[in-house]
């Protein structure tokens, strides 16, 4: 139910030179995702009060990589097919690329997790430079009961992305 921040993606793996009109420069970079709060019902859930399902799908978002390339931010189009890949019924509604800023919203069809039914919209702000990437991604639940009430489930990571130097 989660996206890890695909839409930034390293163009190459050593391309031969840097792309002027892309920010982030081409170097070693280091590639954290990191999850960084979990809402239930707007109360704040500390990680360690999840179920472990949960819990197992958190772990699987976080990583810590490096990398030599140059990151780019994605245009609309792919990062929707991104998204759709990962969580399928899913269409970029807006997406901002503003010089150093990024934003984007991604609305879902609701769909089964485990015996809940749920209707996910995905949001993303960040922002990037010549030697860091940042985005701040939430996955948003809405949860309906037989009752008629609704919960809401918020899920945030934060990926980020530093130049070390070069590769």
């Given at each position: 139910m989660m996206v890890t921040g695909?839409?930034?993606?390293?163009?190459g793996c050593a391309p031969a030179a840097d792309d002027p009109a892309n920010p982030p420069r081409l170097g070693l970079w280091r590639d954290q995702t990191q999850v960084i709060g979990v809402t239930l019902d707007d109360r704040s859930v500390p990680l360690s009060e999840l179920r472990r399902g949960l819990t197992d799908q958190l772990n699987a978002a976080v990583k810590d990589e490096q990398l030599c390339g140059e990151p780019r931010l994605r245009d609309r189009e792919e990062a929707t097919r991104l998204i759709s890949a990962r969580i399928p019924d899913c269409s970029v509604e807006q997406w901002t690329h503003d010089g150093h800023a990024v934003s984007g919203l991604a609305r879902c069809t609701p769909r089964k997790w485990g015996a809940?039914?749920?209707?996910?919209?995905?949001?993303?702000?960040?922002?990037?430079?010549?030697?860091?990437?940042?985005?701040?991604?939430q996955t948003i639940a809405r949860i309906p009961e037989p009752s008629g009430n609704t919960h809401s489930a918020v899920i945030k990571l934060r990926r980020t992305i530093e130049r070390l130097g070069d590769c």
């Open positions: 695909s839409i930034v993606t390293f163009a809940t039914e749920v209707t996910p919209t995905v949001r993303a702000e960040g922002s990037m430079g010549e030697t860091y990437v940042r985005l701040d991604i």
